[in-house]
């Protein structure tokens, strides 16, 4: 039996055969997900999962050297934008590498999603809770 925290072995492949650059998003309930990117849906009924700990557990498994999120979280959803910030802070001091943050328009992110090698979905009903993690490399 696997070890470590993550458990989704859907995840967990996806996160395996990711290079440097590659993109995994994760998403709120009603983020619209293109039919050509994998869907990895794990909700199961309103803020189950949420989105932070789905986001906890991928940070335990993917390098991340940047993260894209929607303007609009910035201005709707401040404190969801906070606890981000939070954790790319305490990863940046873990790591020791800077964490780029892009800001762009929800319509641009739903549009970038396209690149994703796969989408996560989450139960998480907090508005814009959306964001594009691109995978570092860990040397």
């Not at 070890?3 to 650059?21: A, D, F, R």
């Not at 993109?23 to 619209?32: E, N, V």
């Not at 906070?82 to 590498?97: Q, S, T």
């Not at 800077?98 to 796969?118: G, N, P, Q, R, Y």
């Amino acid at each position: 039996m696997k070890k470590g925290t993550l458990l989704n072995s859907e995840i967990s492949y996806v996160i395996s055969k990711m290079g440097h650059t590659d993109h995994l998003t994760i998403g709120d309930s009603g983020l619209p997900i293109p039919s050509e990117t994998k869907r990895i849906d794990l909700a199961l009924k309103k803020g189950i999962p949420s989105f932070l700990d789905t986001l906890d557990t991928v940070l335990e498994e993917l390098e991340v050297e940047e993260i894209i999120i929607a303007k609009e979280m910035t201005e709707v959803s401040k404190d969801l934008y906070e606890d981000i910030m939070k954790r790319m802070n305490e990863l940046e001091k873990d790591k020791g590498k800077k964490i780029t943050v892009h800001t762009i328009s929800h319509e641009e992110f739903k549009e970038m999603t396209k690149e994703s090698k796969a989408v996560i979905r989450t139960g998480e009903c907090t508005p814009y809770a959306n964001i594009i993690l691109k995978s570092g490399v860990v040397f």
